[in-house]
């Protein structure tokens, strides 16, 4: 393994980076709409956004990320291997985000907003003025968990042949037919970036502490 | 997804079935396995608290929890030939499974019992149970049935994490589905097809669990 080796493991390890932070940029919002969609018990919506909740947290990435590779073309939309890997991250991640915001929401104390509704606030501002600024506080420490979880969900998009860490290590193996030393040098980045995202969601947990029981 | 599509994954339905069939079958050989020796880690991390092997264990958690499952496998996969130990894809992928979530399941039961009512085992000890009867009785019933819906959700990951074992070629559901694809270029009805397969069997792991814990519960 020589330089040039080292530098496409850094470059694999730029793009697990960068997939990973688009699939959040898109999964962040999208989660916390389905979320309201479903608290608010939108009609027609719904029972819709659910049974797609509950089909994409029992969905392997590895199989979505085929489906949205090469079934998408057959509708006549192709997308490049790493727009298809960062929709497929997105779309995974983008239901947990709906679950966890979900959960804050349905654990948010009535009374406060009983209190709120005797105040005579409308829907709106009790949501904007008592739900907001509490709920994100209680989702952070989930929220952040969801990122670790999305690194480690992210080489499934090597079977698409998006040249992230994991696959840059792969491809060194069969080169040098050493396999093991490039996946030490790809662990040895994971476990600190990982670690990291870790430790600032026990940070988190501890500074805003966990859902009101 | 056309009509065609679907005939045809309907035509390699026994091929879907067998990809299915591979999956159930790691799934559960894992997650019994990963479950064993997450119990195991979880007695030896009680019952050396504070101490050497305790610490050593804790960190081996905290390192595996910060490590993809799929690099893991291709570690075990390419690794182990080092080591002396040739595996096929099928085990391999199973002892990468069991190690990997044995850690996951570990840290589940270990959350479990920081949350333990301290009196119990304390009434416990007072009570002459000690080391090993003290863990049996009154530390694994509880701490096991708190934890089960968790330990649920990570069987349900397992399932998932199962998808990756594609990448060893071991025929599970996705090599299936993929199998179908590459021949009769069919991607949307084959992977939709292994997608509603995945999500019958995580909600099948669900209710079983749900049953589960109901019992615990009636039986507390």
């Known amino acids: ?213 | 997804m056309t009509a065609h599509g679907l005939a045809v994954v309907w035509a390699e339905r026994g091929m879907m079935l067998r990809g299915l069939v591979t999956t159930a079958e790691i799934v559960a050989i894992a997650a019994v396995l990963a479950l064993a020796l997450g119990l195991v880690l979880f007695v030896l991390l009680v019952r050396s608290q504070g101490g050497p092997v305790a610490r050593a264990i804790a960190w081996l958690i905290d390192l595996m929890r910060c490590v993809p499952f799929m690099l893991f496998c291709y570690l075990v996969y390419y690794g182990l030939p080092y080591c002396g130990v040739l595996l096929d894809g099928w085990t391999a992928g199973v002892f990468s499974l069991a190690v990997y979530n044995a850690c996951y399941f570990a840290e589940l039961l270990r959350g479990a019992w920081t949350q333990l009512p301290r009196e119990e085992i304390e009434a416990g000890s007072a009570f002459g149970f000690h080391g090993w009867r003290l863990i049996r009785h009154l530390v694994l019933p509880p701490v096991i049935a708190n934890a089960l819906p968790m330990l649920g959700n990570q069987v349900i990951q397992i399932i998932k994490d199962s998808a990756f074992l594609i990448i060893i070629a071991v025929h599970e559901l996705t090599f299936s589905a993929n199998e179908i694809q590459a021949t009769f270029y069919v991607p949307f009805a084959s992977f939709v097809a292994a997608i509603l397969l995945y999500w019958l069997l995580c909600l099948a792991v669900e209710r079983g669990v749900g049953a589960m814990v109901r019992t615990a519960e009636a039986w507390r």
């Open chain 1, 1 to 213: 393994m020589g330089g040039a080796d080292l530098w496409s493991l850094a470059q694999g390890a730029a793009t697990t980076l960068g997939v990973s932070f688009l699939a959040i940029l898109f999964a962040a919002p999208v989660g916390l709409g389905l979320a309201l969609i479903r608290w608010a018990k939108i009609r027609p919506l719904d029972p819709v956004v659910a049974t797609l909740v509950s089909a994409l947290r029992a969905t392997p990435a590895v199989t979505l990320v085929l489906l949205v590779y090469f079934a998408l073309p057959t509708v006549g939309l192709s997308l490049s291997p790493f727009a298809a890997a960062v929709a497929t991250l997105a779309l995974g991640s983008m239901a947990f985000h709906c679950e966890i915001w979900r959960g804050v929401l349905l654990a948010f104390p009535a009374e406060q907003l009983d209190a709120a509704r005797a105040f005579g606030m409308t829907g709106r501002q009790r949501f904007r003025r008592i739900v907001a600024p509490q709920a994100w506080r209680f989702a952070l420490p989930a929220l952040v968990n969801e990122m670790t979880l999305l690194i480690k969900v992210s080489p499934a998009v090597s079977v698409i042949g998006v040249v992230e860490l994991t696959r840059a290590a792969v491809r060194i193996g069969a080169t040098t037919y050493a396999p093991v030393p490039p996946f030490l040098i790809a662990l040895a980045f994971y476990v600190p970036a990982i670690g990291g995202i870790v430790a600032l969601q026990r940070l988190l947990e501890r500074r805003y502490g966990t859902l009101p029981a």
